[in-house]
């Protein structure tokens, strides 16, 4: 009994496994702490940019206008 309780788990634990292979998780990718302080720097320098072109559009508008 014992041998074939044991043949039979190990072929669960084998189809288990390949099911998961098959089936990916929906969980999101982790981001280190670090990459977030990446990331979230990254933003503000964009933001920044972003910001000064604007300003000096309108400067140029403003300029222009004149």
Do not use: G
Not at 6 to 13: D, E, F, P, Q
Not at 46 to 54: A, F, L
């Amino acid at each position: 009994m014992n041998r074939k309780k044991k043949i039979i788990s190990t072929l669960k634990k084998k189809e288990k496994k390949k099911n998961a292979k098959l089936n990916p998780s929906n969980k999101p990718r982790y981001i280190s702490k670090a990459e977030r302080a990446k990331m979230a720097e990254q933003e503000n320098v964009d933001v920044q940019e972003t910001v000064s072109t604007d300003v000096e559009v309108s400067q140029q508008d403003d300029a222009a206008q004149q």
